[in-house]
């Protein structure tokens, strides 16, 4: 099992991002799909995720800046960052509770991680 993102990069402050992340290999389900963010020194912090059916949640900071989706049909989740201010530098990291064909039980996976850095 694979968590890939993509779509990280440089922007200035008050722009946009639109993080993606695409699941792949042997799959049977996916619980919830997330975005986790994390500065060098310090923990990583939940961001925003979305259950199965479609219940988000988010990090009090990016409500009303920040909507996450996924597709499920494709296996991806999305993460839209609007209104990015230099708070919001971090490396972005995908996250997924699934179970894959053959095993009984639900894990977490990663993905590798895409640099969001906003300037002031």
């Known amino acids: 099992v694979q968590l890939v993102e993509s779509g990280g990069g440089l922007v200035g402050f008050g722009e946009s991002l639109r993080l993606s992340c695409t699941a792949s290999g042997s799959i049977f389900k996916i619980n919830n799909m997330g975005w986790w963010r994390q500065v060098p020194g310090n923990p990583r912090h939940l961001v925003a995720n979305?259950?199965?059916?479609?219940?988000?949640n988010y990090l009090d900071s990016v409500k009303g800046r920040f909507a996450v989706s996924r597709d499920n049909a494709k296996k991806m989740i999305y993460l839209q960052m609007n209104n990015l201010t230099p708070d919001d530098t971090a490396v972005y990291f995908c996250h997924a509770n699934l179970r894959e064909i053959g095993i009984w039980r639900f894990r977490d996976y990663w993905g590798q991680g895409t640099q969001v850095t906003v300037s002031s």
């Open positions: 979305v259950s199965s059916d479609g219940t988000t």
